[in-house]
């Protein structure tokens, strides 16, 4: 950062003089503070023990018996028992990590935000601890999800790329929709992706998609439990499908209030869990019929503020 200095001195004197101008004084930029690990929260909802991101921690996946989770800050950590978390690794080119999912053996990381804004990268792991070399897979687009079935990993992003891989290393991209892809899952034989333009779309392979548009709210996370498919929208709206293709009309589960964005669903123990800003959740075994959202709490007792973000089921 550049900092410029100037004094001006003026005397009593008749001779005025005047102090001169300091040169530019330059200092480093201020180091990135890494994300507390503190803000990887332990709950319980329920009866459903949880692992919830929040504030800067994004996103959190579970694979051989481990926990992973990434942040705004290029960096993951693991833990096995979710209380002790590992000090944070920075991972080199990766400045937001969106996505984790544990598949074949590994785990797949993706970014919306890498070395270039705008370039996706994406890493793998096969112990969450050590990670390739990132890779930009397609340019000047970034990934927001990722998701692992039928023995492959595909991944969704902004400008409408979608990419495969059978090895996570290795990738294919298309671009079947010009809309920002938000969300992916992959559960009944089928692929299903949103988007926060209110697209949702359908895929036996993840190459071949076909889109239809849904009003009421910019989708976000999809879940699969209970024979269904349900969406969730950043507004406080959900809808269900029993095969991915054709959905129930939206219905609002939480009224609107600045600042609880809902931000992703998982499906654990016969229930839907939605968690969003201010610390907010809700609950449902249907996705339609749901509880009035309310702010959870950490283990020692304290009400939650903070904006969860990924949400993980302890198996």
Do not use: H
């Amino acid at each position: 950062m550049m900092v410029l200095c100037a004094g001006l001195l003026v005397g009593c004197d008749k001779e005025e003089e005047y102090e001169p101008i300091k040169p530019p004084i330059e200092e480093p930029d201020e180091p990135i503070t890494t994300p507390s690990t503190d803000d990887i929260i332990k709950t319980k909802i329920g009866d459903i023990d949880m692992i919830v991101g929040s504030n800067e921690w994004r996103c959190i996946a579970y694979g051989d018996g481990k926990y992973v989770a990434g942040n705004n800050q290029g960096q993951i950590t693991t833990s096995t028992d979710g209380k002790t978390w590992a000090t944070p690794k920075t991972i080199p080119n990766i400045k937001v990590f969106s996505d984790i999912v544990y598949g074949n053996g590994k785990f797949i990381a993706v970014s919306y935000f890498g070395a270039s804004k705008g370039q996706g990268y994406i890493t793998t792991s096969t112990d969450g601890v050590n990670w390739t070399t990132p890779k930009v897979v397609g340019d000047g687009f970034g990934w927001n999800g990722v998701t692992y079935g039928d023995g492959k990993f595909v991944a969704v992003g902004s400008g409408g790329y979608i990419a495969t891989s059978i090895d996570g290393v290795n990738w294919t991209t298309t671009t079947p929709y010009n809309v920002s892809w938000r969300g992916v899952i992959y559960a009944a034989s089928m692929f299903v992706a949103a988007n926060n333009n209110k697209y949702i779309a359908y895929s036996t392979d993840g190459v071949t998609w076909t889109m239809n548009q849904y009003s009421k709210d910019s989708w976000q996370r999809i879940a699969y439990g209970n024979g269904k498919f349900v969406v969730l929208g950043t507004n406080g709206y959900s809808m269900t499908s029993t095969d991915g293709k054709s959905w129930t009309t939206p219905v609002r589960f939480a009224e609107f209030l600045s600042g609880r964005t809902w931000q992703d669903i998982i499906f654990a123990n016969g229930k839907f869990i939605a968690v969003a800003g201010l610390g907010y959740i809700s609950t449902s075994t249907d996705g339609i019929n749901w509880t009035t959202p309310e702010q959870i709490k950490d283990e020692s007792g304290k009400v939650v503020t903070a904006t969860l973000n990924g949400v993980c089921a302890m198996p």
